[in-house]
């Protein structure tokens, strides 16, 4: 699969560049005062409008051709992690802490509040306990 991968990404990429160099090279609506400077289109290869018509189709295809690479890539690589191996249990059964892992970690923090605890309850609400 991963052939077919990088086969889709390089067809994305060929036709991504392809299709700026077509809008590059395509006359927008102000196009008709270049004409006045000597580019006239009526002796072109495709005669006066064909190049708009072709270089407008050639982009359309190109698009297209962008969009199903796009949707082929997310699709391989939806794939891809589905084929991937996991383990058997939910995410929250991964994040779950051993009950023997959970009573070592608590023991630590246990013993530094019975360190705290005899000064905290000699000092009133509301005021700072002093040594």
């Given amino acids: 699969m991963q052939i077919w991968t990088n086969l889709v990404l390089v067809l994305q990429l060929v036709a991504a560049m392809v299709m700026i160099g077509l809008v590059l090279v395509q006359h927008g609506k102000g196009a008709d005062m270049g004409a006045s400077f000597g580019s006239g289109a009526s002796g072109s290869l495709f ?36 084929r991937a191996p996991t383990s058997t249990g939910t995410v929250l059964d991964e994040a779950a802490i051993p009950a023997g892992a959970a009573a070592s970690a608590g023991a630590a923090p246990a013993a530094a509040s019975a360190a705290l605890a005899p000064a905290a309850a000699s000092a009133a609400p509301g005021t700072i306990p002093t040594k």
Avoid: E
């Fill in 47 to 82: 005669g006066a409008t064909g190049s708009a018509n072709f270089l407008s189709r050639s982009t359309a295809v190109c698009a297209g051709v962008f969009f199903v690479c796009t949707l082929a890539l997310a699709y391989l690589s939806n794939g891809a992690a589905m």
